[in-house]
């Protein structure tokens, strides 16, 4: 069992800058992968970022890269999330996961959430 705790969300205002936590706790070694999700209200949730544990590599959505980044504590096992220029339309509800198993599988484990909500 793994359980994801998201920290590190609040209110900030257009153009601020904001970095989420997840931290992992659990069988953690079995962790093959983490990721961040979001989903604004009303909308679908949607991937964000994601890194494979093991070798520590980021990746980036095409449409968040520039302005979002994704780096981990190893020691730690905490994931993080730079939120860079942020929009209002980064508002939402976001998400840590994390699987088991390699890349098109399925996120098994969910964090609770963490809101974001960006002013103008």
């Known amino acids: 069992q793994v359980q994801l705790v998201e920290s590190g969300g609040g209110l900030v205002q257009a153009g601020g800058s904001l970095r989420l936590s997840c931290a992992a706790h659990g069988r953690t070694l079995s962790i093959v992968t983490m990721a961040w999700f979001r989903q604004a209200p009303g909308k679908e949730r949607k991937f964000l970022a994601a890194l494979t544990w093991n070798g520590g590599i980021p990746y980036v959505t095409d449409s968040m890269k520039g302005r979002f980044s994704i780096s981990r504590d190893n020691a730690k096992y905490t994931l993080y999330l730079q939120m860079n220029s942020l929009e209002p339309d980064d508002t939402a509800v976001y998400y840590c996961?994390?699987?088991?198993?390699?890349?098109?599988?399925?996120?098994?484990?969910w964090g609770q959430g963490t809101q974001v909500t960006v002013s103008s």
């Open positions: 996961a994390a699987r088991r198993t390699g890349t098109g599988s399925q996120y098994e484990y």
